[in-house]
């Protein structure tokens, strides 16, 4: 399972534990880096022209000495370019020590069409925006449109964040080593890393273990074992019900939505909770979807305890106002039986002016779980300071967000972030662009829903419905359109299913 990603920080401890554990010392390691870059550079490009490597003072650029002597030893055309001597004493200088060629000042670079870039000027150490020299190298690369193949992570990246403070290396591949770090995964640095090579370099999984890392790459992996399958015995009831709370008539198509996922993700039963203006509507929709009457909150107390629900979604469609509010605390206050509440779009928003509301009904342990939604903007609207905090990446901001309402946060986007209030945090890297479209948001809460209803714990569950949503829509491609998604969601529960 190596699902973990290491902050530089924790790669850095990881790189010391493993030197103490041994048998490879820092510049065992780092010959063992090398080795894995050289060895993609090789079967990747091997009718390669000539190859730049660019190295930084660092331990990256350490690296980047021990991919040029073993390129030029296999007989490529190797041309060398340097920042700068390394610090006296450091691994990285013993690479250069080995290193037969010599290095050219980066400030002079230069090469010529068909050429390709290794890039190990900045690493894990990077500290500032690139300048300079540095700057002006990822310029003429980016302006003579040479492959690059970065070691660790393109320069210019924050391995924590991946944030580009200033201007960055875009790499047709990115090396990295024993694990992903979160820059990784995380927007814009993904786009910047092409794909990412994890290389063994001799940092045991015993040392990783000991970290006790709390940030994951989101995938199977992580929650496959808690993924609800129905017993040979079972029945509708015992399979989850899940309840969807439908906005007015001219407003029901997302609560629809969010019902269908429910249903697709192995609830046994659900039901649209409408008021009564607009269940003419919603019954000229359903079918195998149930449907009831909910105009207050009396009406729904009844429900919750006549047919107990196991968990509830509110918000799709549902429109702004005190009786989101309303009926959110009544769920989260409701006694026994409901697992969790899905509050997404108007039913975040619903609590812009009185977040703490919402976050002191979750705050009981023994109550229904709370996994909040939002995309940015409804992000910024519960949690304005965290918003707009710079220094923050965006999964320390979903875990302080997490903390502070006692539930769990997905952060939507091309990085999806979920988070729990113990500090856990995966971060999603298999979604697509094409499920940027109206009504997909309202897929992912019925499903997140769904799962919560089938006993499913609600870190897991979240992170399974991200994966899951994300998976659908990727495989659909071209042309998905909200109403898609649900049946999609089909073939990928299937192949998790028989997954053994
Ligand atoms: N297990 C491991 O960890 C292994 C790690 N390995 C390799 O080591 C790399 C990490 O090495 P690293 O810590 O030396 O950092 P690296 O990125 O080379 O740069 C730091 C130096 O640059 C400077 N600096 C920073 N930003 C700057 C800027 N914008 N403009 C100018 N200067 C800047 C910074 O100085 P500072 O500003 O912080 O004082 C510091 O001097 C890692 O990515 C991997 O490739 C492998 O060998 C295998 C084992
Ligand atoms: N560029 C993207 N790549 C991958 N997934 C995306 C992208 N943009 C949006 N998504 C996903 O699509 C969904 C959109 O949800 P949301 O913004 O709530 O839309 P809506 O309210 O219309 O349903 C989220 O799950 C989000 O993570
Ligand atoms: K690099």
């Avoid at 650029?61 to 004493?89: C, H, I, K, N, Q």
Wanted: net charge negative; with cysteine.
């Amino acid at each position: 399972m190596r699902i973990e990603l290491l902050s530089p920080a924790e790669m850095g401890e990881a790189d010391k534990r493993a030197i103490e554990a041994g048998p490879f010392d820092g510049i065992g390691l780092m010959h063992n880096a090398g080795a894995a870059i050289a060895r993609e550079v090789l079967a990747r490009y091997p009718a390669a022209g000539p190859v730049h490597v660019l190295c930084g003072p660092g331990n990256n650029g350490g690296d980047g000495y021990v991919v040029a002597r073993l390129l030029a030893e296999s007989g490529a055309a190797v041309s060398l370019w340097a920042s700068g001597p390394p610090r006296a004493g450091s691994d990285a200088a013993i690479a250069a020590a080995e290193c037969p060629l010599e290095p050219l000042p980066l400030a002079d670079f230069s090469a010529a069409p068909g050429s390709i870039v290794v890039d190990a000027l900045y690493g894990a150490g990077l500290s500032k925006p690139l300048d300079g020299e540095a700057a002006r190298a990822v310029e003429r690369v980016a302006g003579l449109g040479l492959p690059v193949v970065a070691v660790d992570l393109p320069s210019g990246i924050s391995g924590d964040s991946g944030r580009a403070t200033g201007p960055a290396f875009y790499a047709e591949l990115t090396v990295t080593f024993a694990r992903k770090k979160p820059g990784h995964l995380l927007m814009p640095g993904r786009g910047h890393c092409g794909e990412v090579v994890v290389a063994d370099i001799g940092i045991g999984d015993a040392v990783i273990g000991g970290l006790q890392v709390r940030t994951f790459e989101n995938g199977p992996a992580l929650w496959l074992t808690a993924l609800p399958v129905p017993d040979v015995d079972t029945h509708k009831y015992r399979r989850g019900h899940v309840g969807v709370f439908s906005g007015g008539p001219a407003s029901t198509g997302a609560a629809r939505l969010s019902a269908l996922a429910a249903a697709r993700s192995g609830a046994g039963a659900v039901t649209v909770l409408s008021p009564a203006n607009a269940l003419m509507v919603n019954a000229a929709h359903l079918t195998s979807i149930m449907l009831r009457k909910i105009d207050d909150t009396a009406e729904l107390e009844a429900f919750l305890a006549e047919r107990r629900p196991s968990a509830l979604v509110l918000g799709p469609g549902f429109g702004v106002g005190e009786k989101a509010r309303d009926f959110a605390l009544a769920v989260l206050g409701a006694q026994g039986g409901v697992e969790g509440l899905v509050l997404d779009a108007d039913g975040l928003t619903a609590f812009r002016q009185q977040p703490d509301l919402l976050f002191a009904a979750a705050a009981p342990k023994d109550g229904p779980a709370l996994v909040l939604t939002p995309h940015d903007g409804e992000f910024a609207r519960l949690f304005p300071d965290l918003a707009t905090d710079e220094v923050l990446s965006k999964p320390e901001r979903a875990r302080k967000a997490a903390a502070r309402c006692h539930g769990i946060v997905i952060a939507k986007g091309p990085d999806t972030v979920i988070a729990a209030p113990d500090g856990r945090a995966a971060i999603n890297a298999n979604g697509a662009p094409w499920l940027a479209t109206a009504g997909s948001g309202d897929v992912l809460a019925g499903l997140v829903a769904g799962l919560l209803a089938q006993g499913m714990p609600a870190f897991e569950a979240a992170c399974a419905a991200v994966w899951m949503h994300a998976e659908a829509g990727s495989h659909f491609g071209p042309g998905l359109i909200a109403e898609d998604l649900p049946l999609a969601l089909v073939p990928v529960l299937r192949a998790l299913i028989a997954e053994p």
